[in-house]
């Protein structure tokens, strides 16, 4: 959750993550996804939609598409959340 926090306010603050960061962050949220596609507050954490929500947002500030496939079970989320 941090790491999408931090990626959010570089972003706002004109900062944004590049290079190596850029990759850490992307890999971070990719070792701390849950087996069903989605972020938890921790590794052992049950999905919660606004740290998934965190997480995609960030994500897509990397750079990542929609379409990408570290996104699409939280994609699946929201669809089953209402949107």
Not at 11 to 35: D, I, K, N, Y
Not at 52 to 69: E, H, I, K, W
Request: proline share 5%; net charge positive; no cysteine.
């Amino acid at each position: 959750m941090l790491t999408a926090q931090l990626t959010i306010m570089r972003h706002l603050m004109g900062q944004p993550l590049e290079g190596e960061l850029r990759a850490r962050a992307l890999r971070q949220f990719e070792v701390m996804r849950l087996p069903d596609g989605t972020w938890g507050l921790h590794a052992a954490s049950r999905p919660y939609l606004f740290v998934t929500t965190l997480v995609y947002v960030a994500a897509r500030l990397l750079g990542l598409g929609a379409d990408d496939p570290l996104l699409a079970g939280a994609r699946k989320m929201f669809e089953r959340e209402g949107g």
